[in-house]
């Protein structure tokens, strides 16, 4: 687990027909254990405003709330890559704004890539992030808003792989190719789905991840380590399938101590009382 990832070792995984993994998290602690796993890539999501600080939509991450969370991710990771997704704002003020937002990234959170929501729009700034030496994970794929364009159900479309709209394929792999073109050394396809997904996978030569709505057709996946774990409060009341249900561990030991407390016991983990 000591051999440090990198994009070669990347391109080499998907060469080889082996999968890529990528976990998103937030904080030290989670990214010592996921990087001790051996995960190829460590993401941190803006999606950390809604899932960790309750916050009302995904507009309001600041960029310096960015830099702050990156900053304990990239401390606690040794070994995989460290990507930061850009705040709703640098990105789509143009590309200078991209850049020096970029730059920022990397000069005081070390990341080793930047994620860029929503890139297949700004293909101009894939590339002048990759001429600053910045390496970039352009995301792209189906939404509501495109699921809308050709006449389709968004849920069926990005779940249960209805047969896409021949147009719809040919946008998709174009926008793959483009942005392999204007130089990403990774795609985030979103809703892939096992109709489009095998097929744009086939259709460039970098490797193509997904979290939301992908699958083993990709060339690998990307899932935030407090779903996979069960750890938001939902999970408390939720039959929701995951690898874990921290959630649930956390309630029942946190009752146990409360319980230990007003018995007038010690705590565990305390140290011994002095006679």
């Given at each position: 687990m000591s051999n440090k990832v990198?994009?070669?070792?990347?391109?080499?995984?998907?060469?080889?027909?082996?999968?890529?993994?990528?976990?998103?998290t937030w904080d030290y602690q989670m990214a010592q254990i996921v990087d001790r796993v051996g995960v190829d890539i460590i993401s941190v999501g803006?999606?950390?405003g809604?899932?960790?600080?309750?916050?009302?939509?995904?507009?309001e991450i600041t960029m310096d709330q960015m830099i702050t969370v990156t900053q304990a991710v990239r401390r606690g990771t040794k070994r995989a890559l460290v990507s930061a997704d850009f705040p709703y704002g640098p990105l789509q003020e143009g590309v200078d704004s991209a850049?020096?937002?970029a730059i920022r990234m990397v000069k005081e959170a070390g990341v080793d890539l930047i994620k860029l929501d929503g890139a297949a729009?700004?293909?101009?700034?894939?590339?002048?992030?990759?001429?600053?030496?910045i390496p970039v994970w352009a995301q792209f794929g189906i939404t509501p808003q495109t699921a809308l364009q050709y006449g389709m159900e968004y849920s069926a479309m990005a779940t249960a792989g209805a047969q896409v709209p021949p147009a719809m394929l040919d946008r998709l792999i174009g926008e793959a190719k483009e942005l392999e073109a204007a130089g990403a050394a990774l795609l985030d396809f979103t809703n892939s789905g096992p109709?489009?997904?095998p097929k744009v996978v086939e259709a460039v030569s970098i490797p193509v991840i997904g979290g939301f709505g992908g699958g083993p057709w990709l060339d690998g996946r990307v899932r935030m380590a407090h779903a996979a774990i069960g750890y938001s409060a939902k999970h408390l009341d939720a039959d929701i399938?995951?690898?874990?249900?921290?959630a649930k561990i956390t309630f029942d030991a946190l009752s146990e101590f409360k319980a230990d407390v007003c018995a007038g016991k010690q705590i565990k983990g305390a140290p011994p009382a002095k006679p």
């Open positions: 990198t994009l070669q070792s990347l391109q080499q995984k998907k060469d080889r027909g082996e999968k890529i993994v990528g976990v998103v803006d999606t950390v809604m899932n960790l600080w309750g916050q009302p939509n995904p507009f850049v020096r937002a729009d700004f293909p101009e700034a894939v590339t002048a992030l990759v001429r600053a030496g109709v489009v997904g399938d995951t690898y874990a249900n921290v």
